[in-house]
């Protein structure tokens, strides 16, 4: 150290001396040494340089000139070195380029030109040096070439001496705060090739005769702060590739010498004042690959010669005032990725070009664009539609609904069409746009529900659905979508209670649900402890702590969230009926009450009728009150009396007087309607089950035609169809009565005490298969199977109930349809959820494959464990593959089954559960396929 200091002392003071000494000091070790001692080294990259050698030609950074053995190069970029740049380098009087780049220096940088009169490059770039640049800081700059003092805290004005630096190629300066207007004498350095001065504070006007610079390829004047026009003279840098004047006040029209700038590439005019029309030789800049014209105020029509810029890859015009159409020369544009036209004035519709050049971004917001979305969208059908990420057409008046094919952008992160016109429901296939991240549709006229394929778009942070008409309940798969941190479905005519599981959304920043029908609780705990009262008000019956009103004890729960089955079948006793009787929940006392309000109605007008046919014949529906042993008889088709008909012509039931309906024995409720038990006057037991009268609005000769059909559909394995019994306001359908209970209650309620042999499980298995190919060879699709629809007679045989319901729906609508049979989740075929596909009989060859798993594992298609979601088929697919499938048999089988029969059989399952619905096998193979299973073990009696 003490060598250092006294030769820092004598460089300073006595430098003349210093190169007289014996032996004779080598002047670029005694600068390097005196540069290090002045600057901080944290993590000691300059260990190498040693006050003790001879030579520093082999320290780090350094580079010597072979035949002067004098320090040519010195490179220390991002050494993190801190402190001032001291005196030392001055010493090194052969250096050509100094490169401290990417360190923590601060100070000024005054003498190190000055004196170092070979410097040819100085990167000086990204440290922390300020003050101003003297006068003469270019005094000596006649050998340099380069100079980067970008991101630095330099200030001042940019010295006029550089017009001196004739040899100067490349000038950056970007990333200061110089002020003061440009030097005169800039343009007068012909050689240079790159000027940066972009992020200061300049000002003024850009002088005039840039024309000199005829080897500039690349100029950034961007955010300064400069004024007046884009010089005349800039078209005559034939050579530019890239120019940037964006951030700027700028004025004027664009300078029509610009089209001689045919290998430019890159033009951003950003953020200026620049007027006028954009000329048709716009056409001419041929490289022109990004172009930004955003933030000015251009008016009148884009060119038909844009057309021509064939290498565009990001065009923004946005925020000017551009009219009339699209062009439909941009067709033409074959490299699009990004075009921004928002905030225009631009009329007329879609054109098809946007959805066929495999553009990843498309922007129109805020224009007058009309018309539908449907035509463009759905001829572009091909590979370039999943090329799109951003889709923005938002604040414009376009019509109509969302075309089905918005499914087929499987890339789309961003679909804002917010403020439009649009109406009808938001398609199902919503849900194949699985990477959509944000989802705006609010301020429109859609209706209907929100769709629960919405579930598969798992990255979904926003989903903003405000201001529209949208009805039904917030679908409990919302609360899937784990990432979302946005939501608003404020200002819809949504009903129904929350699902509880909302709470699990821990992502959540807001959740305004305000301006609804909702009712019941707010989920408890998570973000919705801390939701502001606005988010969640004018809901009338919406109940919790943010609403200030409490909950009654017993609400209704959500379907998916409840395990039960909420679609008792037929013929199936609640095991806890009676228990239930007696807690009747105040919801359901409120439902009993509507809808008696709503019979008694029909009543009136039945009874008025009937009384004049005959004294002593009484009306249905008032059965339904009374609870009483009457029943309707008429066989009128009066419109306002029921026809009863029986397929068995039972003589018993047409001339008795018996109950039909008796709300005491409600069996259950479901997405067709309600069941009730009732007991003919020969003392047999029937299943009957009220349809719900909204969803099926056919005319009673459709309606009849439908159930002589599955009256006629006679097996052992199904539930038959006995009789029906129809009013416009009331329809109901008469059942045989089952005895034993569902399958559900079998596998995950214990029912009877009993847990099921592997021979019953394969019993059920094979006559469901049975029912299923039965239906399947009359052209009837079940839709609804699942182990609450299948029941098991008192034999041990399993019946089928529910088939073919879905046929009384208006129209096979697979989104009501999905609706209707949504408790049924996890039986649902994939293709449910995609409308290219179309619905066979092979949906329910998939819900069989569910079930069969769901009998031999005793587990439940989709379980909720915590936060989680275990979906039965993939555990036992895992498990298979990994070779453990024995682990998923029910424990209740208590390994006493034999794994030859239970393996091959599981593996069905699977099969059946194939994605594709091709894949999978009709139901009379699958009977084949088991039979086979279970011929070699036919013997096996010690595994019942
Ligand atoms: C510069 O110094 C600051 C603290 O003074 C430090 O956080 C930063 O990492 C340093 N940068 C470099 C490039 O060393
Ligand atoms: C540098 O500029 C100063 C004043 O701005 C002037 O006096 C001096 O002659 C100039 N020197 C050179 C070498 O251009
Ligand atoms: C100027 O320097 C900065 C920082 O090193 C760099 O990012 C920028 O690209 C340079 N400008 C030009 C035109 O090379
Ligand atoms: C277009 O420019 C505007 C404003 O200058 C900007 O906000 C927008 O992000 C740009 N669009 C694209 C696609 O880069
Ligand atoms: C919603 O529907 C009502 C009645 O059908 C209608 O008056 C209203 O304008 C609709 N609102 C919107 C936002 O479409």
Same mark, same amino acid.
């Given at each position: 150290?003490?060598?250092?200091?006294?030769?820092?002392?004598?460089l300073?003071?006595?430098?003349?001396?210093?190169?007289?000494?014996?032996?004779?000091?080598?002047?670029?070790?005694?600068?390097?040494?005196?540069?290090?001692?002045d600057?901080?080294?944290?993590?000691?990259?300059?260990?190498?340089?040693?006050?003790?050698?001879?030579?520093?030609?082999?320290?780090?950074?350094?580079?010597?000139?072979?035949?002067?053995?004098?320090?040519?190069?010195?490179?220390?970029?991002g050494?993190?070195?801190?402190?001032?740049?001291?005196k030392?380098?001055?010493?090194?009087?052969?250096?050509?380029?100094?490169?401290?780049?990417?360190?923590?220096?601060?100070?000024?940088?005054?003498?190190?030109?000055?004196?170092l009169?070979?410097?040819?490059?100085?990167?000086?770039?990204?440290?922390s040096?300020?003050?101003?640049?003297?006068?003469?800081?270019?005094?000596?700059?006649?050998?340099?070439r380069?100079?980067?003092?970008?991101?630095n805290?330099?200030?001042?004005e940019?010295?006029?001496?550089l017009?001196?630096?004739?040899?100067?190629?490349?000038?950056?300066?970007?990333?200061?705060?110089?002020?003061?207007?440009l030097?005169?004498?800039?343009?007068?350095l012909?050689?240079?090739?790159?000027?940066?001065?972009?992020?200061?504070?300049?000002?003024?006007?850009i002088?005039?005769?840039?024309?000199?610079?005829?080897?500039?390829?690349?100029?950034?004047?961007?955010?300064?702060?400069?004024?007046?026009?884009?010089?005349?003279?800039?078209?005559?840098?034939?050579?530019?590739?890239?120019?940037?004047?964006?951030?700027?006040?700028?004025?004027?029209?664009?300078?029509n010498t610009?089209?001689?700038?045919?290998?430019?590439?890159?033009?951003?005019?950003?953020?200026?004042?620049?007027?006028?029309?954009?000329?048709?030789?716009?056409?001419?800049?041929r490289? *022109?690959?990004?172009? =930004?014209?955003?933030?000015?105020? $251009? /008016? @009148? !029509?884009? +060119?038909? %010669?844009? #057309?021509?810029?064939? &290498?565009?890859?990001?065009?923004?015009?946005?925020?000017?005032?551009?009219t009339?159409s699209?062009?439909?020369?941009?067709?033409?544009?074959?490299?699009?990725?990004?075009?921004?036209?928002?905030q225009?004035?631009?009329?007329?519709?879609?054109?098809?070009?946007?959805?066929?050049?495999?553009?990843q971004?498309?922007?129109?917001?805020?224009?007058?664009?009309?018309g539908?979305?449907?035509?463009?969208l759905?001829?572009?059908?091909?590979?370039?539609?999943?090329? *799109?990420?951003v889709? =923005?057409?938002?604040?414009?008046? $376009? /019509? @109509? !609904?969302? +075309?089905s %094919?918005? #499914?087929?952008?499987? &890339?789309?992160?961003?679909?804002?069409?917010?403020?439009n016109?649009?109406?009808?429901?938001?398609?199902?296939?919503i849900g194949?746009?699985?990477?959509?991240?944000?989802?705006?549709?609010?301020?429109?006229?859609?209706v209907?529900?929100?769709?629960?394929?919405?579930?598969?778009?798992?990255?979904?942070?926003?989903?903003?659905?405000?201001?529209?008409?949208?009805?039904?309940?917030?679908?409990?798969?919302?609360?899937?979508?784990?990432?979302?941190?946005?939501?608003?479905?404020?200002?819809?005519?949504?009903?129904?209670?929350?699902?509880? !599981?909302l709470?699990?959304?821990?992502?959540?920043?807001s959740?305004n649900?305000?301006?609804?029908?909702?009712?019941?609780?707010?989920?408890?705990?998570?973000?919705?402890?801390?939701i502001?009262?606005?988010?969640?008000?004018?809901n009338?019956?919406?109940?919790?702590?943010a609403?200030?009103?409490s909950?009654?004890?017993?609400?209704?729960?959500?379907i998916?969230?409840?395990?039960?089955?909420?679609?008792?079948?037929?013929?199936?006793?609640?095991?806890?009926?009676?228990?239930?009787k007696?807690?009747?929940?105040?919801?359901?006392?409120?439902?009993?009450?509507?809808?008696?309000?709503?019979?008694?109605?029909?009543?009136?007008?039945?009874?008025?009728n009937?009384?004049?046919?005959?004294?002593?014949s009484?009306?249905?529906?008032?059965?339904?009150l009374?609870?009483?042993?009457?029943?309707?008889?008429?066989?009128?088709?009066?419109?306002?009396?029921?026809?009863?008909?029986?397929?068995?012509?039972?003589?018993?039931?047409?001339?008795?007087?018996?109950?039909?309906?008796?709300?005491?024995c409600?069996?259950?409720?479901?997405?067709?309607?309600?069941?009730?038990?009732?007991?003919?006057?020969?003392?047999?037991?029937v299943?009957?089950?009220?349809l719900?009268?909204?969803?099926?609005?056919k005319?009673?000769?459709?309606?009849?035609?439908e159930v002589?059909?599955?009256?006629?559909?006679?097996?052992?394995?199904?539930?038959?169809?006995?009789?029906?019994?129809?009013?416009?306001?009331?329809?109901?359908?008469?059942?045989?009565?089952?005895?034993?209970?569902?399958?559900y209650?079998h596998?995950?309620e214990?029912?009877?005490?009993?847990?099921?042999?592997?021979?019953?499980?394969?019993?059920?298995?094979?006559?469901?298969?049975?029912?299923?190919a039965?239906?399947h060879?009359v052209?009837?699709?079940?839709?609804?199977?699942?182990?609450s629809?299948?029941?098991?007679?008192?034999?041990?045989e399993?019946?089928v109930?529910?088939?073919?319901?879905?046929?009384?729906?208006?129209?096979?609508?697979?989104?009501?349809?999905?609706?209707?049979?949504?408790?049924?989740?996890g039986?649902?075929?994939?293709?449910?959820?995609?409308?290219?596909v179309?619905?066979?009989?092979?949906?329910d060859?998939?819900g069989?494959?569910?079930?069969?798993?769901?009998?031999?594992?005793?587990?439940?298609?989709?379980?909720?464990?915590?936060?989680?979601?275990?979906?039965?088929?993939?555990?036992?697919?895992?498990?298979?593959?990994?070779?453990?499938?024995?682990?998923?048999?029910?424990?209740?089988?208590?390994?006493?089954?034999?794994?030859?029969?239970?393996?091959?059989?599981?593996?069905?399952?699977?099969i059946?559960?194939?994605?594709?619905?091709?894949?999978?096998?009709?139901?009379?193979?699958?009977i084949?396929?088991?039979e086979?299973?279970?011929?070699?073990?036919?013997?096996?009696?010690?595994?019942?």
């Amino acid at each position: 150290m003490m060598k250092i200091l006294s030769l820092f002392i004598l460089l300073l003071l006595v430098p003349v001396h210093v190169r007289s000494l014996n032996p004779p000091l080598n002047d670029d070790v005694l600068g390097l040494i005196v540069f290090k001692a002045d600057i901080q080294d944290p993590y000691g990259k300059l260990v190498s340089w040693n006050e003790d050698d001879d030579s520093c030609c082999n320290w780090v950074g350094v580079t010597c000139d072979p035949r002067s053995n004098r320090v040519f190069e010195l490179v220390l970029d991002g050494f993190s070195l801190s402190g001032k740049i001291g005196k030392g380098l001055l010493q090194l009087q052969f250096l050509h380029k100094l490169s401290l780049a990417k360190n923590n220096l601060t100070g000024n940088l005054t003498p190190v030109l000055t004196r170092l009169e070979n410097l040819r490059d100085l990167d000086v770039s990204e440290n922390s040096l300020s003050g101003s640049l003297p006068g003469d800081f270019f005094h000596q700059c006649g050998s340099l070439r380069s100079i980067s003092l970008a991101f630095n805290e330099f200030t001042g004005e940019i010295p006029d001496n550089l017009s001196s630096c004739s040899t100067l190629a490349s000038l950056n300066f970007s990333c200061n705060q110089f002020s003061g207007s440009l030097p005169s004498g800039l343009w007068s350095l012909e050689g240079l090739r790159s000027l940066d001065l972009s992020n200061n504070q300049l000002g003024g006007e850009i002088p005039k005769g840039i024309e000199g610079l005829n080897n500039l390829r690349e100029i950034n004047l961007g955010r300064n702060k400069f004024t007046g026009v884009v010089p005349d003279g800039i078209g005559s840098c034939s050579l530019l590739r890239s120019i940037d004047l964006s951030f700027n006040s700028l004025s004027g029209n664009l300078p029509n010498t610009m089209q001689k700038l045919t290998l430019c590439n890159n033009l951003n005019l950003r953020k200026n004042s620049l007027v006028g029309g954009v000329p048709d030789w716009l056409g001419e800049m041929r490289s *022109l690959e990004t172009l =930004d014209f955003s933030d000015n105020s $251009f /008016s @009148g !029509q884009v +060119p038909i %010669s844009i #057309g021509n810029l064939q &290498s565009m890859k990001v065009l923004n015009i946005s925020m000017n005032d551009f009219t009339g159409s699209l062009p439909d020369s941009m067709n033409n544009c074959k490299n699009l990725l990004a075009i921004d036209f928002s905030q225009n004035s631009f009329t007329g519709t879609l054109p098809g070009w946007i959805f066929q050049l495999g553009i990843q971004e498309v922007l129109l917001s805020g224009n007058r664009l009309t018309g539908s979305m449907d035509s463009p969208l759905s001829s572009s059908l091909d590979n370039s539609s999943k090329k *799109l990420l951003v889709l =923005d057409l938002s604040h414009n008046a $376009f /019509s @109509g !609904q969302i +075309p089905s %094919s918005v #499914g087929d952008f499987s &890339s789309l992160q961003v679909l804002d069409l917010s403020e439009n016109w649009l109406d009808g429901s938001i398609p199902l296939d919503i849900g194949r746009a699985i990477s959509l991240k944000q989802l705006r549709l609010d301020k429109n006229s859609f209706v209907g529900t929100i769709p629960t394929s919405i579930a598969n778009c798992s990255s979904l942070t926003s989903l903003i659905l405000s201001r529209n008409n949208l009805t039904g309940p917030i679908p409990a798969a919302v609360a899937q979508l784990t990432n979302l941190q946005t939501v608003d479905l404020s200002f819809n005519r949504l009903t129904g209670t929350l699902p509880k !599981q909302l709470a699990n959304l821990a992502n959540l920043l807001s959740f305004n649900i305000s301006h609804n029908q909702l009712q019941g609780p707010l989920p408890a705990g998570g973000f919705f402890n801390t939701i502001s009262p606005s988010s969640v008000a004018f809901n009338p019956s919406l109940c919790g702590a943010a609403v200030n009103t409490s909950c009654p004890t017993v609400l209704p729960k959500p379907i998916v969230l409840n395990p039960e089955p909420s679609d008792s079948p037929p013929g199936s006793i609640p095991q806890n009926l009676v228990r239930k009787k007696s807690v009747l929940s105040i919801s359901a006392l409120i439902a009993i009450g509507a809808a008696a309000v709503i019979v008694i109605g029909v009543i009136a007008i039945t009874v008025l009728n009937l009384r004049v046919r005959s004294s002593t014949s009484r009306s249905a529906a008032a059965l339904v009150l009374s609870g009483g042993d009457d029943y309707s008889r008429s066989s009128t088709t009066d419109a306002n009396s029921g026809k009863l008909v029986m397929f068995s012509g039972d003589p018993h039931f047409s001339t008795g007087a018996h109950a039909l309906l008796n709300k005491d024995c409600e069996l259950g409720r479901g997405g067709f309607g309600a069941v009730y038990k009732t007991v003919l006057k020969d003392g047999r037991p029937v299943a009957i089950k009220k349809l719900t009268v909204s969803s099926l609005v056919k005319s009673q000769e459709e309606f009849e035609r439908e159930v002589k059909k599955l009256g006629t559909v006679r097996h052992p394995n199904l539930v038959s169809l006995e009789g029906y019994y129809w009013t416009p306001s009331l329809q109901l359908l008469i059942y045989e009565f089952i005895s034993g209970g569902s399958l559900y209650k079998h596998l995950h309620e214990g029912y009877g005490g009993n847990s099921l042999s592997w021979n019953d499980r394969f019993n059920i298995i094979l006559g469901t298969a049975k029912s299923l190919a039965h239906l399947h060879k009359v052209n009837i699709i079940h839709y609804n199977l699942k182990s609450s629809n299948i029941l098991i007679d008192s034999a041990g045989e399993p019946k089928v109930a529910d088939f073919g319901l879905a046929r009384m729906l208006p129209m096979l609508d697979r989104y009501v349809l999905s609706k209707k049979i949504n408790s049924a989740l996890g039986y649902m075929a994939p293709e449910f959820a995609c409308r290219a596909v179309k619905i066979t009989d092979k949906c329910d060859v998939y819900g069989f494959g569910v079930l069969v798993l769901e009998v031999v594992t005793g587990k439940v298609p989709i379980e909720y464990v915590e936060d989680d979601m275990v979906v039965l088929c993939d555990m036992v697919r895992e498990a298979l593959e990994e070779g453990r499938v024995e682990e998923c048999v029910d424990g209740r089988l208590q390994g006493n089954f034999p794994a030859d029969e239970v393996i091959p059989v599981m593996k069905l399952g699977l099969i059946c559960t194939s994605q594709v619905p091709s894949n999978r096998p009709d139901m009379e193979e699958v009977i084949n396929i088991l039979e086979l299973i279970r011929c070699p073990s036919e013997g096996q009696d010690e595994f019942m």
